[in-house]
Nanobody, 117 residues
């Protein structure tokens, strides 16, 4: 069955960096666009970034553009999110999802990112 397992979250200071990973299994990873989304406490789900199946194009929410970088390694069935210049408002549970923005059909369990001094 489809499995998406996120890792790499944790506590970071403002201005710091974290790299999230998402290990995918149970489907042909290279055949699907993938996304990262997040949910902050008390708020709705926010799409963060997306990437084409072959990695040829990437998309970002305005809130993270210029600070976050999405990438993928289809040989390793792994999706990444490099997060730099972190802000307290980036604190959220980060999810890896199969599909493009608004068209997700599978989710991981999420990894917590907390940005605080």
């Amino acid at each position: 069955q489809v499995q998406l397992v996120e890792s790499g979250g944790g506590l970071a200071q403002p201005g710091g960096s974290l790299r999230l990973s998402c290990a995918a299994s149970g489907f042909t990873f290279s055949g699907y666009a993938m996304s990262w989304a997040r949910q902050a406490p008390g708020k709705g789900l926010e799409w963060v970034s997306g990437i084409y199946s072959d990695g040829s194009d990437t998309y970002y929410a305005d809130s993270v553009k210029g600070r976050f970088t999405i990438s993928r390694d289809n040989a390793k069935n792994t999706l990444y999110l490099q997060m730099n210049s972190l802000k307290p408002e980036d604190t959220a549970l980060y999810y890896c999802a199969r599909g493009s923005k608004g068209e997700y059909n599978y989710w991981g369990q999420g990894t917590q990112v907390t940005v605080s001094s």
